[in-house]
């Protein structure tokens, strides 16, 4: 079958199935199962289909999806939240608008700790809005700079998005994507802070009051045991004294430890912690099975090679290539969650880039980057009606106030695709890549 055809059929109807609202991961099976269809017999299409979906979800580094999951939820209901928000506080004090400051270094700590956008938002955004409005904040202003920055958790490690990729990118090193992720996380949370300071000295907000140097310390002191997390979880892993899979079970067993002593679980919020933690796994698994039959049927027509050709021919520029590659994950993922954009565009853009000399590193965190942009952009970003919810705001008087950190964001992301060195300096000075 013609590739051109076959790539027409696939997202055509998968489009089509986005309009009439069917969830993602149904859309996905049904647009792989059409095509499949059209150059398989029934049976062979249903047996290839069920096969490539089981084989998608037997690998040993997926068990780690589910247990950062608990991991973070867990940590949710723990307590840690207010302890990192306080922490961060105690850093953004003196700064105007320390609040929205505040904020930010509350969604990269608790972020890198969760592995979740979406619970970032929810848990920092929750804890601050009141105190925001109290003091003078516009809701709207607040609202934006949590949604800007609930998705750096997804760059800092742990993240389950890295090990996602690894997993879709062919068993890509997850230390040396946990490693890569910190100087673009960083530098994200950074170009946020700096929107939001200028937009604070403008509209007069204030900065907190000095915190003394022995309630700092106490502040900090109730805040170690959390950070200790990422020490203990990403410092084993990069080490080599476990997997990605043992450093989550590591995870889970640290907060569930840190919440009983600091007395913030009981029966009742255990049971709920298992059920949406099994919700969420669920819907992660499906979305990965589902992928694995979209990325066959696409590897099996020959639409990345067609894709890649069809850009080759259009230009001749790596520059100009990895731009237009920029410009569809961005146009896309305005429409889809992070999880199934890295299996999609992973099969598709992975070997363009390589074929450019791009390192299968690198371009992981161009993906991430590029998807966490998506988070908070209508019509499908999760972190956008989340954190509205939280503030109790409307979607429309969000977007203008985004539009600042969304442009930043895209220049940001500009800079980690052309200075490789962003992404590959940390793992390359530990030896991690190959």
């Known amino acids: 079958m013609d590739p051109l055809l076959a790539a027409l059929a696939l997202f055509g109807t998968f489009v089509v199935l986005l309009a009439l609202g069917v969830p993602i991961s149904v859309g996905i099976i049904v647009s792989a199962f059409v095509t499949a269809l059209l150059m398989l017999p029934w049976a062979d299409t249903t047996f290839v289909v069920g096969q490539q979906m089981s084989m998608g979800v037997e690998s040993f580094s997926l068990l780690a999806v589910p247990l950062f999951i608990l991991a973070g939820n867990i940590m949710n209901n723990g307590g840690i939240a207010q302890r990192l928000v306080d922490l961060a506080l105690v850093i953004s004090g003196r700064v105007p608008g ?128 959390s950070l200790l997390l990422v020490v203990v979880v990403v410092g084993g892993i990069v080490a080599g004294i476990f997997t990605a899979t043992e450093g989550a079970a590591v995870a889970v067993v640290y907060c569930l430890v840190l919440s009983l002593i600091y007395r913030s679980l009981d029966s009742t919020s255990l049971t709920q912690i298992a059920v949406r933690t099994v919700s969420s796994t669920g819907a992660v698994m499906l979305l990965i099975a589902a992928s694995s039959a979209m990325a066959w049927v696409m590897a099996f027509t020959g639409i990345p090679s067609a894709i890649t050709d069809a850009l080759v021919a259009t230009t001749d520029s790596r520059v100009a290539i990895l731009a237009l590659m920029l410009v569809i994950m961005l146009v896309v993922g305005t429409f889809l969650d ?73 220049v940001l992301l500009l800079l980690i695709t052309y200075v490789p060195a962003l992404s590959l300096g940390i793992p390359g000075m530990l030896g991690l890549l190959e």
């Open 98 to 225: 320390s609040l929205a400051h505040t904020n930010v270094l509350a969604n990269m700590l608790f972020g890198s700790l969760s592995g979740s956008a979406v619970a970032s938002a929810a848990a920092i955004g929750g804890t601050l809005h009141e105190r925001q409005r109290k003091e003078g904040y516009d809701p709207a202003y607040s609202a934006s700079v949590n949604i800007a920055s609930a998705s750096v958790g997804l760059l800092i490690p742990p993240t389950t998005a890295a090990i996602v990729y690894s997993t879709v990118a062919g068993g890509v090193s997850v230390s040396a994507l946990f490693m890569a992720g910190y100087v673009p996380g960083i530098l994200m949370g950074l170009v946020v802070m700096l929107i939001a300071f200028v937009v604070a000295r403008r509209r007069g907000y204030r900065s907190s009051e000095r915190v003394g140097l022995r309630q700092g310390l106490t502040v900090l002191g109730r805040a170690i045991p």
């Open 338 to 410: 992070i999880t199934p954009a890295i299996l999609i565009f992973t099969p598709i853009f992975l070997p363009i880039a390589t074929e450019l000399g791009m390192d299968p590193v690198h371009f992981g965190m161009v993906l991430i980057l590029a998807m966490c942009i998506g988070t908070m952009t209508p019509p499908v970003g999760s972190v956008l009606f989340v954190a509205t919810g939280v503030a109790g705001v409307r979607i429309e008087d969000v977007v203008p106030r985004l539009l600042p950190y969304f442009a930043g964001l895209v």
